[in-house]
Structures are given as structure tokens and as C-alpha cells.
């Protein structure tokens, strides 16, 4: 439960609004996995909140073969699981992944209680992730990426690990990182959504720019969330990968956001 002075640091004063407690579903990104989010899930679930992380079909402990991972495959996996939820969940989507998050709210515009963006793909009807990525220039993944055709994946190189996901990390994160992120299924990137104003754009929606992001940089960041306009866009100056360097000031982020009217 919160304290009192919990509610007064998160900008609230009414704490029995700050104690209802929420779901949360954390869609993790590109090469990585349910993994993402070892730090941010304790904190959230200290405060009481219940905390859903999947790995994505292919990923992680999921042994899908990444060669039979097909986008609606992965957004209805989803579904399936905010069907079983009570109640409605908040859904967070990282990098890429808010492509998925999207798709989903399509879907179950009745079980979202809002979507968030962190530092993620935000995308109109009928365009892809590939299609954003294509307007990043400063990004520095790219050269580091390698495609493999017979699975229809990819995989990012460990030497740009540290510079370009992880560089205000510890160094622990990076080794962890040499083992855990694997295949990433390139159909995901490449499919073109399909969204309506009446189901998607009856979620509210946030955004969450990294404002020291080299995977998905701050410009492309700032275009997608102006070209798709949130109720709020907070910013948190960390790296892509703010889950691992600043885990607490994401999760009081995402309260803030929880309890927002």
C-alpha cells in the first residue's frame, strides 16, 4: 500500500485512488525477452500491482521456432493472455514491440486501460516498424544487424551491445545480455498494422521518450509521437533501455501515467 508520502511524491493526494491496484503487461523488444523488465517487476509488484511479462512466441524461454513466428500469431498470444486478466490491464510496448501493442488495442480496445510507448514504435494505420526505421539516421544498430533468410530473422551483433543499447548501464547487463537476446522473427518489423479510430483510438495512449535512446533516437521519437499525438509524453534521459539503468524512475513514470484520469 502507499504511503502518503509515496502519493505526494508521484504528484497525488487522493490515496485512495493511489491504492487501487493495476495489472501491468510489459511487452519486451526486439532480441530480447521477459527478461527486460527483471528490475521494474519487483518495484511494481512491491506497490501491490500485479505484473504480466511474456516472452513473445520465439523468444526467451518460448520455443517457438523463430522461422514459424507470424505477427497475428504473436498479437493474438497476447490477447489470449489480457483475455484471462480481471479487469482491464495497462499495456507497455518497448522499441519495436509498440507495433504489437498497437495491433492488440485494435483487438481489445475493451480489456486496455491505456497504452504506453517506451521509446517505441508508434505507427498510423497500415505502416510497418520498417517503415519508421527507414527515417532513422542517426541510429546506430543498423550496421550491426544481420539478416538471416532461411528463418526470416536477425540477429544484433554483441560488439554494439553496449553503445547502443546499454551504454548507461552496469557492465553486468551487457554480459547477461552475450547470453539471453537471440533470433529476433523479422515479420514482426515488416508487417503494416491495421488500426481504426473506433477500437485503437478509443485507448488513451502515453509516450515515454529516452532522451539518450542511439537505438531508436530521440528525433524518430519525437516525430512519431507528434505524427500520432498522446495525451502525455513524459521523458526520461537514459539510454534504450531505461528498465536496467533506471528502473525506479521508469516505474514512478509508469504510476504516474496508472493514475492518470
Known sequence: MLTTSMSSALGYENN?????KKTFVLIHGSWHSAWN????????????HRVIAPDLPGMGRDKTPVKEVRFEKTVQKICDLIDTVPGKVILVGHSKNGVLIS???????????????????????????????????????GPY??????????????????????????DEITEM?????????????????????????SV???????????AITPVLQ???Y?????KEVYKIATSHSPFFSKPQELVDILLKIAYKG
Open 177 to 201: 545480455a552475450k547470453i539471453i537476446l537471440s533470433h529476433e522473427p523479422r515479420q514482426t518489423a515488416t508487417t503494416k498494422i491495421s488500426i481504426t479510430d473506433k477500437n485503437y483510438g
Open 37 to 48: 523488465w527483471f528490475r521494474v517487476t519487483p518495484l511494481l509488484e512491491k506497490q501491490g
Open 103 to 141: 495491433q492488440i488495442a485494435e483487438y481489445r480496445p475493451e480489456k486496455i486501460e491505456k497504452l504506453v510507448y517506451l521509446a517505441a514504435v508508434l505507427v498510423p494505420n497500415g505502416k510497418s516498424a520498417l517503415d519508421l526505421f527507414k527515417l532513422d539516421k542517426e541510429e546506430v544498430l
Open 16 to 20: 485512495d485512488i493511489m491504492n487501487e
Open 222 to 224: 519525437q516525430k512519431m
Open 226 to 230: 507528434r505524427d500520432m499525438p498522446c
Open 145 to 170: 544487424i544481420t539478416y538471416h533468410p532461411k528463418s526470416n530473422s536477425s540477429t544484433l551483433s554483441p560488439e554494439i551491445y553496449k553503445k547502443g543499447l546499454y551504454h548507461d548501464c552496469d
Open 204 to 214: 488513451p495512449r502515453y509516450y515515454i521518450e529516452c532522451t539518450e535512446d542511439r
